[in-house]
């Protein structure tokens, strides 16, 4: 199966990203806004336990990150993709890269790692300068504590359910 | 906030019923096909770690239970709901009541506990009637070992998050 790892951060933040997801990311209804710590990885059936001891033992090594979010920003060139850019980037790529490892799985990201929270993508070049022009203007100020992440799965339909969750410096 | 708690049957599960959840049931985006355990109640932000200590001790002291997918029902005529009937009921009724009197709150139910798994819901008479018709005549024949369940919160656009997992007849 397919699976993925990532935050959920507040409701609080989930709300007002939701908001714009609502009009500009075909994935909205797909998944809740979320930080995405490790991109999707295929794991056979019958390895999957193993890496979920492995990420119990990276998570609770991992203390409670506090976050912040920095600004809207875009992947243009890469792709058309809007995102609220995601602070501390090293203690976040420490984490990524502790899961990369010992998921035991090929490296799937293409890029290197920038923890963001998606508010549009698959827009249009005019659409993402619009959108972009528009969201830079807005307020987007907002610190918390994250102290878990999730595994989750890919069902045929391309949505997401929740299989495990994750305490961040805790037994998990 | 407003939260809940429910099982997420296997992807294999989910993916038969979201084929036909796709057509007939409105929620089909807000949540993975699910079996609720509790119906969505409120809790204040300052008593929702004790009400999770609480539902931890319920899931240790409950046995991981084989599920089985009875039959095609249907609710009506209280509401025009076709659903998945899931046995054995006496287990997951058990279940329910428990987490019921641990959570602490006001029972919110209406009506008795069926464990179900919806697949469509807000239909008109004549199609509740159509389809469940249908489906009566399809092989919905799947058992499997439920061995955790999660306690979701509900978004403003009504979708709903995924806060904790929790593991039957363990530690959690």
């Not at 794991?43 to 809207?72: C, F, G, L, N």
């Not at 809007?82 to 984490?95: F, G, R, S």
């Not at 307020?139 to 799965?153: K, P, T, W």
């Amino acid at each position: 199966m397919k699976y993925g790892i990532a935050i959920f951060p507040s409701k609080k933040l989930q709300d007002k990203v939701n908001s714009l997801r609502k009009r500009y990311d075909p994935h909205y209804a797909l998944i809740p806004p979320h930080i995405t710590l490790k991109t999707p990885f295929e794991i056979e059936d019958s390895k999957i336990s193993d890496v979920i001891e492995q990420i119990k033992a990276v998570a609770k090594e991992t203390e409670p990150i506090h976050i912040k979010v920095d600004k809207v920003s875009s992947f243009k060139p890469v792709n058309n993709v809007v995102y609220l850019k995601i602070e501390p980037k090293d203690v976040l790529t420490a984490l990524h890269e502790r899961l990369e490892e010992k998921c035991d799985v090929e490296d799937t990201a293409e890029y290197s790692f920038v923890p963001h929270i998606t508010i549009g993508q698959q827009l249009s070049d005019e659409e993402h300068n619009d959108v972009l022009g528009s969201l830079k203007l807005q307020d987007f100020e907002h610190e918390e504590l994250v102290d878990r992440f999730q595994l989750l799965y890919q069902l045929d339909n391309g949505s997401w359910t929740v299989y495990e969750t994750f305490h961040l410096g805790k037994e998990n």
